[in-house]
């Protein structure tokens, strides 16, 4: 099997951990953990594994005029990305996170032109009015509460915070992604995320019931913890040696496909009339604001 072919499914494994994330997370939250408690599990154990697999890494030393984007880097998406995520969720559905959540790109088009005046062309615009209508429609049009969702149009708006400061994140990130090795870097953006989110998480960890969670809850949280928080890291670290951006990207199609299959099929959640206008403007939005012009053609 060839090295291009193994990015291929390292890529769709990490697709398939976040689909699958969205209702397996729920499952646990909030009757055995908070999310916020959650998010310092999830950092612990992250942190630990990448520190134990980080004696295969190179040696390197981050410079000293890399700290405040490190920094940067860690708290947009190892802190208020992940707390407003795990937060959403416990507000709202796995539907409602597994389609919002692909909104990922459309915001990181908004944020380059704001932040480094990267060119928007009128399809990206259409994509972006696409995918924000889309995304509005979920947040204001959908149910207020629902199956396990208290507050959903809460809980939607937090996943639109999660998709931009992921998207901060991207762009903060692209220049010590391309200095330094990912072992190297994640271990130090995981120790930094842990520092930080350690007095915000705390209380909920202290109040988690051990003793009353069942084995079936234990292997949602280890899921979680090893899978969603570390495997895909490293997923995505090696399909991006192979392949390009783009292509590692356009895995994000098939997030809300998994995510809702696995959640309507499970009976975690339902798939209406609204859900599948959303995602069906969600997902064109993202296609046109990611899309990218053919060589020798004008990026109008």
Request: glycine share 8%; net charge positive.
């Amino acid at each position: 099997m060839s090295r291009r072919t193994l990015a291929i499914l390292a890529a769709l494994t990490a697709t398939t951990i976040y689909g699958l994330n969205h209702t397996i997370a729920k499952g646990v939250m909030p009757h055995y953990v908070q999310p916020f408690g959650f998010i310092l599990l999830r950092v612990t154990g992250a942190t630990l594994l990448l520190w134990a697999c980080s004696v295969f890494a190179p040696r390197q030393r981050i410079e000293k005029r890399d700290y405040l984007r490190l920094v940067l880097c860690a708290i947009f998406g190892m802190v208020i990305n992940m707390l407003a995520f795990f937060k959403g969720l416990e507000l709202s559905t796995p539907v409602n996170s597994s389609v919002l959540v692909t909104t990922t790109p459309i915001i990181v088009v908004i944020l380059s032109f704001l932040l480094i005046r990267e060119q928007v062309t009128w399809r990206k615009a259409l994509g972006i009015g696409l995918g924000m209508l889309g995304a509005l429609a979920l947040i204001f049009m959908n149910e207020t509460t629902g199956m396990n969702a208290p507050n959903i149009p809460m809980g939607n708006v937090l996943f639109i915070v999660n998709a931009t400061f992921y998207g901060l994140y991207l762009i903060t990130a692209k220049k010590l992604i391309e200095k330094y090795h990912p072992l190297v870097l994640l271990k130090w953006l995981f120790t930094i995320a842990l520092v930080v989110n350690l007095p915000i998480t705390l209380p909920e960890v202290l109040e988690i019931p051990w003793a009353e969670i069942p084995l079936k809850g234990y292997g949602a949280i280890l899921f979680v913890v090893v899978g969603t928080t570390f495997l895909t890291y490293l997923c995505n670290a090696f399909a991006l040696t192979q392949l390009k951006a783009s292509t590692v990207s356009a895995f994000i199609y098939a997030q809300p496909v998994i995510g809702i299959a696995f959640a309507v099929g499970s009976g975690k959640d339902r798939f209406g009339l609204l859900n599948a206008l959303a995602t069906i403007l969600v997902l064109a939005g993202v296609y046109l604001a990611s899309r990218r012009p053919k060589p020798g053609r004008s990026a109008a």
